[in-house]
Nanobody, 124 residues
């Protein structure tokens, strides 16, 4: 089992920044690729970013490319999502998830463990 707890969400004005954190406990954190997803009210859960086990590989949704950066610290069992130049359309609940495959995936079905989510609200 892997337990994931997100933090760092909040209310921010458009153009602002937030950094989300996801702390993991349980099985070896470095055995999992990690992903970030988001879900806005009435919409499906969408892929945001993923990072491989060793952080050598990252991948982003087109909608956040150039504005968001995913990183991880395996010594601290934590994955981060730095979000800059935030837009109102970034408003959603953000989830981190753990994928046992080395590189991770864009498909939420590939992820075995999920956090409870953290709300990000961007005002215009």
């Amino acid at each position: 089992q892997v337990q994931l707890v997100e933090s760092g969400g909040g209310l921010v004005q458009a153009g602002g920044s937030l950094r989300l954190s996801c702390a993991a406990s349980g099985r070896t954190f470095s055995s999992y690729a990690m992903g970030w997803f988001r879900q806005a009210p009435g919409k499906e859960r969408d892929f945001v970013a993923r990072i491989s086990r060793t952080a050598a590989s990252t991948y982003y949704a087109d909608s956040v490319k150039g504005r968001f950066t995913v990183s991880r610290d395996n010594a601290k069992n934590t994955v981060y999502l730095q979000m800059n130049s935030l837009k109102p359309e970034d408003t959603a609940v953000y989830y981190c998830a753990a994928d046992p495959k080395p590189l991770g995936s864009r498909d939420p079905r590939s992820f075995d463990y999920w956090g409870q989510g953290t709300q990000v609200t961007v005002s215009s």
